[in-house]
């Protein structure tokens, strides 16, 4: 238990590292305004809401929608490249230590709660509306659905991004008097959107990783293929299951180290008795 807790504790100070560098615009959260210098011009690897007050770079997401929703067609090259670059090196580790909302999900896991739901009614078809989401919102609906203008709206983040309404729309309303008047049925809708997610949060685990974004199904097409990524020695393993005991995301890593829903997390490498599970970096083995 206490090697357990040591790993959380290092990979939540990793978290709220990355949170803080990503949301470091202090003056945002004094002013209600947000940072539009140059910074913002490259994405960050989470999803990180660019409306954010305190937010210095742009969500992969969003600039996505946005490049993509721009009059004319225009190729996403920055971003795909960007999206390329860093589901190649590193997968869904994005997720599980990079990713603000992914963090503020484990945080509201920890609250305790009668009854924890390890596993929803058809979880393995559900894991799979995430890729529909991001054919549908991302990338469908903003190149298609254009304005009078000819430019699309980033639907994803309109319609459904609880990030967005955490980290953007709330603290924006709040901080700027004038936008109060302005708040609708969408502002109401992404809020329910938003508390949805947190009851759901602290009964079941990373339920909006798991089924809804559409971030983390990119970075899940480069589980089995980064340079940081999982092996199982087999001569080691004596099939104890206790890797797939603790795994929050229930994933099985005896059957696929790499499987598209691992969020590298390391409590199946910290749980197994014989340390089968090995952790490659370019192929090379990591103790």
């Not at 054919?135 to 991004?161: A, E, R, S, T």
């Not at 890593?253 to 008795?273: Q, T």
């Amino acid at each position: 238990m206490k090697k357990k807790n040591k790993l959380n504790f290092f990979r939540h100070k990793i978290q709220t590292l990355a949170t803080l560098i990503t949301n470091g615009n202090v003056a945002g959260y004094i002013s209600g305004k947000i940072y539009k210098g140059n910074i913002k011009n490259a994405c960050v690897p989470g999803l990180n809401c660019y409306s954010c007050v305190g937010a210095l770079g742009s969500c992969p997401i969003g600039s996505l929608q946005a490049v993509i929703g721009k009059s004319g067609g225009r190729f996403p090259f920055y971003v795909v490249g960007f999206l390329i670059l860093i589901g190649s090196l590193f997968g869904r580790l994005v997720c599980g230590f990079l990713c603000p909302f992914g963090f503020f999900q484990d945080l509201l896991h920890k609250i305790p709660f009668l009854k924890k739901i390890r596993k929803l009614p058809k979880e393995k078809i559900l894991v799979k509306l995430k890729y529909l989401i991001l054919l549908v919102f991302v990338i469908i609906l903003p190149m298609y659905f254009v304005n009078d203008i000819g430019n699309g709206y980033p639907y994803f983040c309109k319609l459904i991004c609880p990030a967005g309404t955490l980290e953007g729309g709330i603290p924006l309303v709040l901080l700027n008097k004038a936008m109060r008047g302005s708040i609708g049925f969408l502002f109401a809708w992404k809020n329910v959107i938003l508390i949805i997610t947190i009851i759901l949060s602290i009964m079941v685990y990373r339920p909006f990783c798991k089924l809804i974004c559409p971030l983390g199904a990119i970075y899940s097409l480069f589980n089995k293929v980064s340079f940081y990524r999982y092996h199982v020695n087999s001569d080691k393993c004596i099939n104890c299951s206790k890797c797939s005991k603790v795994c929050l995301m229930n994933v099985d890593p005896v059957k696929d180290a790499n499987h598209l829903e691992c969020i590298r997390c390391g409590n199946c490498r910290n749980a197994c008795p014989k340390g089968a599970i090995e952790l490659l970096i370019a192929n090379r083995k990591i103790k």
